[in-house]
């Protein structure tokens, strides 16, 4: 039984391991309290420290944690990461970060509608924060 509700999500990431930036072409596969997975096209070595970043939200969001595993997928690697205790609070406001970008682009997929990120944000909390899981 996992600890963590596991979001998928679709959301830009770029990472750093020792300093050294690498693809900031990279995305989020999903995301819970407890770490995140994404998609890279290279493979990680597990137990590396890593930074992630998610440049769409300002101010820039970062949290750091460590490469727990790295399989093989088609041509790429998905690289699952576990957070640091100490960030785990903070990565509770990014989940929500998280789903309110992914209803911006739906609604303007759908509904052809622009929404700026706190427009989207009040819909969303109007909608859907009540059942967002704890």
């Known amino acids: 039984m996992r600890r963590f509700i596991r979001h998928p ?3 830009p990431i770029s990472y750093r391991l020792n300093e050294v930036a ?12 407890g770490g995140l997975c994404f998609k890279s096209h290279q493979a990680l070595e597990p137990g ?6 998610i440049p769409f939200v300002k101010p820039l969001f970062s949290v750091s944690g460590h490469v727990a595993w790295c399989r093989p997928k088609g041509d790429m690697f998905e690289i699952g990461v576990t957070f640091d205790m100490t960030t785990l609070s903070s990565v509770r406001i990014v989940e929500q ?10 609604i303007q997929r759908r509904e052809g509608r622009e929404l700026s990120s706190e427009e989207a944000a009040l819909e969303w909390i109007e909608k859907y924060a009540a059942h967002f899981p704890r």
């Open 9 to 11: 999500t679709a959301i």
């Open 22 to 33: 690498a693809s900031s072409q990279d995305y989020l596969d999903n995301l819970s309290a």
């Open 48 to 53: 590396s420290p890593i930074l992630i970043e």
């Open 97 to 106: 970060i998280c789903y309110i970008e992914e209803y911006r682009r739906r």
